[in-house]
C-alpha cells in the first residue's frame, strides 16, 4: 500500500524546500478563489499565509491537503509531486480552527489516530502519545475526553494530534481564532516554540497582522486569491512591495506622488505641492516608474519626525495638531497637513511637550517606501 | 397577588400525577383479584392472574410474533433511514427541503390511512399479510424519527471531523466506522429504542396488515371482547413494567453515551 511519506522517511536537506507551490489556480464556478499562486517554503520555516476574508488563504491550504482539487497547477511536497494525491496519502497534517477533536475518543486516542493509521505497533503509539502530551505540557490529560478540556487545552491536544504521525508539513487555518484574546497571545508564543523544538515546517493561516508578525519567519500577504508579497516580517513592513501591503501591515501614511523627472539613482517626486528627491532605490517594485507615474509614499508613523530632529532633504509636512494619545513613553499624534492630508505619528513624548499647535512633521528619504498607486479592485477574469 | 397561583401549582402538579398514575397503580393491583371480575374493593388476593399469563401459550406466542416484528422493523427502519439520512446531509437547498418532506410525510397522517392503503398494496401485488407485511408496515411508520435523529446529530458533527480523519491517514471506510458511527452511536441507539417501543405498542397497522398470528396488542383487543378480567389487568401491567424498564434503560443509556460530547 502507498503509505504517506512523512518527515523521517524522507532524506532531505533542509536546502530542499518542504512545500513549492507551482501556478495553482482553484476556480469555483468562474471565480478564481487562488489565482496563480507560486510559493515555495524551506524546511523548518514557519510561513504565515496573511490576508483579508475571502481572500482565499483557507481555499489555498486545503489544495495543499488535498481537501479541495487545484484547477490547474502543481503542489510538490518533499519533493513528491502530490497534487493528484488522495487527502489521506499525503504527509501532510493539518490543524482546523474548531479543532475537530473526535468527541468519542480520548485525548490518547485522539492522538494516537494518525499514527494507528500508519500501522505503527501498540508500543510505540504509546510512546509518541507521551512524547506529544509532554511537549504540549499536558501531561496528565491522556484519559479525559475533548469536552471536558478547555479551548486552550483542546487548541493544544489538536495540535499533538497533527504533530504525532510525524508530517513533512502542518497546516494550520486560524487555529487561535476561537480564543480570547490573552489566551491567544500565549498560545502564539507556545505554538512558536513548539515549531522550533520540532523544528517542523508550519503553514499558517491568519488575517491577524499583528499575529503575523509576532510568529512568522516569512509571511505571505494574499490579496484576491493571489499572493502580493513574500518575505521577512521586517522586509514586507519596510518595503512594502504595494499599497495594498502597506496598508494592511501595520499602520502607514500613504501620501500620494507623482513622479516629476528620474535620473539614474535618483527620483524626483511631486508631493505635497513640493518637489522632493529621494533614491530610486525607495522604489519598492521592480521597475523603475516613468515620469508621470501616480505613486503612493509610504511612511510609518514612527519614522515621522518633529522639526527640530530635522536634517537637509527631508519631506516637510506643516500640520495641524487634531488629537493625541498616550501609549506609555510615546505619543501617537493624529495631524491635518496644510494640503489636508490625514497624518499619525508617534514621537517620543519630550519631544511632544513642546509642541505647538501648529507642527512641521517631516521625514526622511531613507524611511519612506514609494509604490505605485492602488489600481483599485482587482477584479477577476 | 402572585401568591396563589404559586400556592396552586404545586398542587396542579399532583393532580395531574394522579389523574396520569392512578388508572395505572389500579390496574396493577387488580391484577391480584382474586375473582372473575374487575371490580372494587379488593377482598381476597392472589398471585394467580400473573401466574396464569404468563403460562399462557396464546399470550407467550403473541408477545413472540411482537418482538419478531419489532426486530425486523427496526431493523429495516435503520437500514433505509441511516443512508437516507447522509444523503439528506449532503444535499443543500431546496432539494433537501423537499426531500425531508417527502420522507417525513407518513409520521403526520393518520396511522389508519397508510395501514389501509399499504393492506390495498399488498393485496394488488398479491402478497400475504403477517409478519413481513405488519414489519415493512411499522418500518414505514419508523423511518420518519430514524431520519429525523439522524440527522439532527449529523447536523450537530463538525465537517471537520471527517476531514481531520482523512488528513490524519483514513480512508473512507474507515471514517465511517471509526469516526461517523462512533459519533452518531448515541442517535442511532436512540432511534432504535424508539422503533422497537413504536413497533411494539402498534395497534393499527398490526391489525390490519396481521395474518393469523395476533401481535400482542392485537390479541390483548381480541381479548377484550370477553370482558375484562384481572388476567387482562395483570398483563398489561407486565408489559409496562417490561417497557418503562427499557425506556428508563434507554434513556440512561443514551445520556452516557451523549457525555463524551
Ligand atoms: N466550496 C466553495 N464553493 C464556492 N466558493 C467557495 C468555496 N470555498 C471558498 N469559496 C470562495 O472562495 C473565496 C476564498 O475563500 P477562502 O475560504 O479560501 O477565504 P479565506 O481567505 O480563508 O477567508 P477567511 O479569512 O474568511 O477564512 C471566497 O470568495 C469564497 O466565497
Ligand atoms: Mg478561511
Redesign the interface.
Known amino acids: 500500500m502507498n503509505k ?1 511519506v512523512r518527515a523521517k522517511d524522507l532524506n532531505v536537506s533542509q536546502s530542499q524546500p518542504a512545500i513549492e507551490i507551482r501556478n495553482l489556480v482553484k476556480l469555483y464556478g468562474d471565480h478564481a478563489a487562488v489565482d496563480d499562486v507560486s510559493l515555495n517554503v524551506d524546511m523548518g520555516v514557519f510561513v504565515t499565509l496573511l490576508g483579508p476574508s475571502g481572500c482565499g488563504k483557507s481555499t489555498l491550504l486545503r489544495s495543499i ?3 479541495a482539487k487545484p484547477t490547474r497547477g502543481a503542489v510538490i511536497v518533499g519533493g513528491r509531486d502530490i497534487t493528484h494525491e ?5 504527509p ?3 490543524v ?1 480552527q ?1 479543532y ?6 480520548t485525548v490518547r486516542q485522539n492522538i494516537a ?2 499514527c494507528e ?2 500501522g505503527q505497533t501498540k508500543a510505540a503509539i504509546a510512546e509518541r502519545c507521551r512524547q506529544m502530551l509532554e511537549l504540549i505540557h499536558l501531561p496528565d490529560v491522556g484519559d479525559r ?1 475533548p ?1 471536558h478540556l478547555s479551548g486552550g487545552q483542546q487548541q493544544r491536544i489538536a495540535l499533538a ?2 504533530l504525532a ?1 510525524d508530517p513533512v508539513l502542518l497546516l494550520l487555518d486560524e487555529p487561535l481564532g476561537a480564543l480570547d484574546l490573552k489566551l491567544r497571545r500565549r498560545m502564539q508564543q507556545e505554538l512558536k516554540q513548539i515549531q522550533r523544538r520540532t523544528g517542523k515546517t508550519f503553514v499558517f493561516v491568519t488575517h491577524d497582522q499583528e499575529e503575523a508578525m509576532s510568529m512568522s519567519d516569512r509571511i505571505a500577504v494574499m490579496r484576491d486569491g493571489r499572493i502580493e508579497q513574500i518575505g521577512a516580517p521586517e522586509q514586507i513592513y519596510r518595503n512594502p512591495a504595494t499599497a495594498f501591503v502597506a496598508g494592511f501591515i501595520g499602520d502607514a501614511n500613504m501620501i500620494e506622488a507623482r513622479v516629476a523627472a528620474t535620473d539614474r539613482d535618483m527620483l524626483t517626486l511631486h508631493v505635497a505641492g513640493q518637489n522632493w528627491r529621494v533614491p530610486a532605490a525607495r522604489v519598492t517594485a521592480e521597475t523603475t516608474p516613468e515620469v508621470g507615474a501616480s505613486m503612493v509614499v509610504v511612511v510609518r508613523p514612527e519614522d515621522m519626525r518633529i522639526a527640530d530632529h530635522g536634517r537637509e532633504g527631508d519631506l516637510v509636512l506643516t500640520a495641524r495638531l487634531d488629537d493625541r494619545t498616550f501609549l506609555g513613553g510615546r505619543v501617537r499624534l493624529a495631524l491635518t497637513s496644510n494640503e489636508g492630508l490625514s497624518l499619525v505619528a508617534e514621537v517620543r513624548q519630550q519631544d511632544f511637550a513642546q509642541l505647538a499647535e501648529r507642527v512641521e512633521m517631516r521625514c526622511s528619504p531613507a524611511d519612506v517606501a514609494i509604490v505605485a498607486a492602488a489600481e483599485g479592485n482587482r477584479t477577476n477574469p | 397577588m402572585n401568591r396563589i397561583p404559586t400556592a396552586a401549582l404545586p398542587i396542579w402538579f399532583w393532580l395531574f400525577v394522579a389523574y396520569l398514575f392512578l388508572p395505572l397503580v389500579v390496574m396493577a393491583a387488580m391484577g391480584f383479584r382474586d375473582s372473575n371480575f374487575i371490580a372494587f374493593p379488593i377482598q381476597q388476593w392472589t398471585t394467580g392472574w400473573y401466574r396464569s399469563v404468563l403460562a399462557d401459550e396464546e399470550i407467550l406466542s403473541a408477545l413472540w410474533v411482537s418482538a419478531q416484528v419489532a426486530v425486523y422493523s427496526t431493523t429495516v427502519a435503520i437500514a433505509v433511514g441511516l443512508p437516507m439520512s447522509f444523503v439528506f446531509a449532503r444535499t443543500r437547498g431546496p432539494m433537501r427541503a423537499l426531500m425531508i418532506a417527502a420522507i417525513v410525510l407518513p409520521a403526520f397522517l393518520p396511522v389508519i390511512v397508510s395501514a389501509i392503503a399499504i393492506r390495498m398494496f399488498l393485496g394488488h401485488l398479491g402478497l400475504e399479510t403477517g409478519i413481513a407485511a405488519i414489519s415493512f408496515g411499522h418500518a414505514i411508520g419508523s423511518v420518519p424519527f430514524v431520519v429525523i435523529m439522524i440527522l439532527t446529530r449529523l447536523n450537530a458533527m463538525s465537517s471537520n471531523l471527517a476531514d481531520a480523519a482523512r488528513n490524519l491517514g483514513a480512508d473512507d471506510v474507515i471514517v465511517v466506522t471509526r469516526i461517523v458511527l462512533p459519533f452518531l452511536a448515541p442517535a442511532l441507539f436512540g432511534a432504535m429504542m424508539f422503533c422497537l417501543l413504536l413497533s411494539f405498542e402498534d395497534f393499527v397497522r398490526s391489525f390490519f396488515l396481521g395474518g393469523v398470528d395476533p401481535t400482542f396488542p392485537v390479541l390483548l383487543f381480541a381479548r377484550l371482547r370477553f370482558g375484562f378480567d384481572p388476567g387482562l389487568a395483570a398483563i398489561s401491567t407486565i408489559v409496562l413494567i417490561a417497557s418503562t424498564a427499557l425506556g428508563l434503560f434507554a434513556e440512561r443509556h443514551i445520556r452516557r453515551r451523549n457525555m463524551g460530547r
Not at chain 1, 488522495?86 to 499525503?90: A, H, N, S, V
Not at chain 1, 475537530?100 to 475518543?105: D, I, R, S, T, V
Open positions: 504517506p491537503a488535498g481537501f488522495l487527502p489521506y496519502r499525503r501532510v497534517s493539518m482546523f474548531d475537530a477533536l473526535f468527541p468519542h475518543m489516530f494518525g493509521m500508519k475526553y469536552a494530534r497533527a504521525p
